[in-house]
């Protein structure tokens, strides 16, 4: 079992910047691929972010791509999304995922936390 708790969101005008935590707990944390989502009012939960469990090599959506940056700090359990020159369509709740079960791309991880929002106003 991982359990996730997110941190970190709020709200911040256009080209802000913003940086989500995420806290893992109750297994290795080095030894697990983690994943940043969002799900903005009336949408599916996008992929935002992927950092893997041995190389550390981070992946990017398109819509986040330069601006958005993912890392891992294993000595303390907890990831990070640094978010860069945020735009109004950022606006969402961001997850933070586990262990993907599938193509990491895919929301197919195993454990999630509970989400925090993150509010980009114009």
């Known amino acids: 079992q991982v359990q996730l708790v997110e941190s970190g969101g709020g709200l911040v005008q256009a080209g802000g910047s913003l940086r989500l935590s995420c806290a893992a707990s109750?297994?290795?944390?080095?030894?697990?691929?983690m994943g940043w989502f969002r799900q903005a009012p009336g949408k599916e939960r996008e992929w935002v972010a992927t950092?893997?469990?041995?190389?550390?090599?981070?992946y990017y959506a398109d819509s986040v791509k330069g601006r958005f940056t993912i890392s891992r700090d294993n000595a303390k359990n907890t990831l990070y999304l640094q978010m860069d020159s945020l735009k109004p369509e950022d606006t969402a709740v961001y997850y933070c995922a586990a262990d993907p079960r599938g193509a990491f791309w895919s929301d197919r991880y195993a454990y999630w936390g509970q989400g925090t929002q993150v509010t980009v106003s114009s």
């Open positions: 950092i893997t469990l041995n190389t550390g090599r981070p």
């Open positions: 109750g297994r290795t944390f080095s030894s697990i691929t």
